[in-house]
């Protein structure tokens, strides 16, 4: 009994040792009987007639792939089971069959691309689609793949010619990203009720804006910041701009995030604002209106470069609401004088410049 018992645990124990071997003789096993079974039905002219002989012959090969995917034999099970799909087709005469035969060998360079039979895989796919399913366009991707990603292989040369010769089917080259607009200013004058801000951009551009609300238990003003998407800050923009009029205290630029300028205005108070572009040459207008605002002249700006808010661009970002309207309107407190809302006339089709700078523009 002691024999049989130390027996066992050696065939036991050998199995632990060696599985690959076991795995390795089972996928040969297996993928010869295939191959056995695909022979036998080249051979026969009327088992070729019938489709369950073909279907038999083509998941016996994929059964080696699914059952040993790792196993040197599963790209040949795969290969091989395209090779069965595609003698079907011929007999069939069905596109789909083609089509699945294509797959099949797409599926071979996509998942063995190491295998040395990826190359002549990727060639027979590209026969398919030019020659069976009349696709020049899919057949140049597989001869162009097959040329480029193996041009040490036994199919480069064979690939390459057909690439040439298909090279009118190419797809067109991505096009080069856009060039990213830039901000290359910020102007603001100040006007009895409201305040004008002025970003000059290189080109038009997307924006969007919201509104900061006032937080007095923590003595947060409120804000108006604008991001504005697909641009870049110009080399000399400042990143801050003291305004302090009464209604606008300043003025920051920053990037949130990369292809992304903010504006933040800092204000004082406000009861409403608006934005609208401007053409030739294109900039946003921002108009703010509110009380409190102490009479003003338009002027210069003075740049300036205060110490950083405790709030930062960064929290703004964190803080602000996703989709908003671009304009809103703050309950009015009772009050006399001052201008309380801004309009634009709408007869002047949104091009009405409005107040004229020190210098002349708008």
Known sequence: MMPLIRLLSLIFALFLIIPGAVVAGDAETDYQKARESYRRLLGSTKKQLYRENWERVIDRFLAVKETYPRNDLAPSGLYMAGKACRGLYGVSRIAPDARRAAGLFDAVADTYPASSLADDALVLAGEIYQETLKEP?????????????????????????????????????PAAPKQAGRLRGVRFWSNPGYTRVVLDLSQEANYSSNVLPAKPERGDPPKIFLDLHGIAPGEAL??????????????????????????????????????????????????????????????????????????????????????????????ATQSHGGLRRIVVDAGHGGKDPGAVGPSGTY
């Open 137 to 173: 366009r899919q057949a140049y991707l597989r001869f162009a793949r097959a040329a480029d990603r193996f041009p040490e292989g036994d199919m480069a040369g064979k690939a390459l010619k057909k690439k040439k010769e298909l090279a009118r089917y190419a797809p067109p080259a």
């Open 238 to 331: 400042p990143q801050a701009m003291s305004v302090d009029d009464g209604l606008l205290r300043r003025i920051r630029t920053g990037q949130p995030e990369r292809g992304t300028v903010r504006v933040v205005l800092d204000l004082v108070s406000m009861n409403d604002y608006k934005v609208f572009p401007l053409q030739d040459p294109y900039r946003l207008v921002i108009d703010i209106g509110g009380e409190g605002q102490r009479q003003a002249q338009a002027t210069h700006p003075e740049i300036s470069y205060p110490p950083p808010s405790s709030d930062g661009i960064d929290r703004i970002l964190d803080q602000s609401p996703r989709e908003r309207p671009l304009k809103i309107k703050l309950p």
